[in-house]
């Protein structure tokens, strides 16, 4: 029988970082020492602290660019870093972020994502396999490798933009790791080839976005691709010490869509979980930040 509950799934305490309140298409999070407040369409509920104190807290805001939802700039309200580091140090895990003020409102790390670092790290010690070997797809500035790295696993790090991979590396070398493999490459391209070589891994770790270019100009469209790349994804699994997560970030894509997706190329699995991951503020709003489907062979 299928899990037929939709789980809620947040990080644990992590000191390094605070949602401190949301509201008003907008949220104020504290990164280390800095506070930054961003657009957040999602937060339609209105604001818990008061005006004044959106405009005390921040050490920088972003504006978005008009007709843009993503693109703008960051204003300076206090002194401000160019680049800073968080730590991460929970459940065997001591890992170091890189932060930086990016011009499409991302810092460099989306921390929703800490509620499947200790899944990962479990996971990959877990595995009866001396060096089980991790694929990471869409895999941004790497928290999810390094995760893995630091559980002996052989990682593979994929992702289509040269810069974001040159993060990776530094936040790599600040959590004392090494080894990690770097692809820059089309997700989708890289799988099909992998499928072709006979390839597979102990762990998959899918990120994708709802839209996005690969190196040579490839176009990636959630709706478009994502059942063909589950397909080949499906091949490229062990069949027998395995883990997969999958996170989806477009507002189109409900759990359950989701979930229909996974069984379809996946089968059933009895120890899946699927839901919604959030974050909570300081006044026990909670924010949804995307949706999840996770299972291991153990």
């Known amino acids: 029988m299928p899990n037929n509950r939709l789980d809620l799934l947040t990080p644990d305490n992590w000191p390094a970082y605070e949602l401190i309140d949301t509201g008003g298409f907008e ?4 990164f280390g020492a800095f506070v930054l407040s961003r657009p957040e369409p999602q937060a339609i509920w209105p604001k818990s ?6 405009q005390r807290l921040p050490n920088a805001v972003f504006k ?8 703008g700039e960051w204003l300076l309200r206090a002194q401000m870093d160019e680049k800073w580091f968080i730590p991460y140090q929970q459940k065997g895990l001591n890992l170091n972020f890189k932060l930086s003020l990016s011009s499409f409102k991302h810092v460099g790390i989306f921390p929703e994502q800490a509620a499947n670092w200790p899944y990962i790290h479990q996971n990959v010690s877990a595995l009866p396999v001396e060096k089980p070997r991790i694929l990471n797809l869409f895999a941004y500035t790497g928290a999810a490798s390094l995760a893995a790295r630091q559980a002996g696993a052989e990682v593979t790090h994929v992702d289509a933009v040269r810069q974001v991979i040159s993060w990776s590396r530094e936040n790599m070398d600040a959590s004392g790791l090494d080894n990690i493999r770097w692809v820059v490459e089309d997700a989708l391209k890289f799988v099909k080839r992998e499928v072709r070589r006979g390839n597979t891994y102990h762990g998959l770790i899918l990120d994708p976005p709802a839209y996005g270019r690969g190196p040579e100009g490839e176009k990636w469209l959630l709706e478009e691709n994502l059942s063909e790349l589950l397909r080949l994804c499906s091949e490229l699994l062990d069949k027998e010490n395995y883990f997969l997560i999958i996170n989806l970030y477009s507002l189109g894509f409900s759990a359950l869509i989701l979930e229909n997706l996974m069984r379809a190329h996946f089968g059933e699995r009895p120890n899946a979980e699927f839901g919604e991951l959030y974050l909570t503020d300081s006044f026990a709003k909670r924010l949804p930040l995307g949706v999840f489907y996770r299972f291991a062979s153990r």
């Open 27 to 30: 949220k104020l999070e504290r």
């Open 49 to 54: 602290l008061p005006e004044s104190e959106w």
């Open 64 to 71: 978005r660019d008009k007709g843009s939802q993503e693109k």
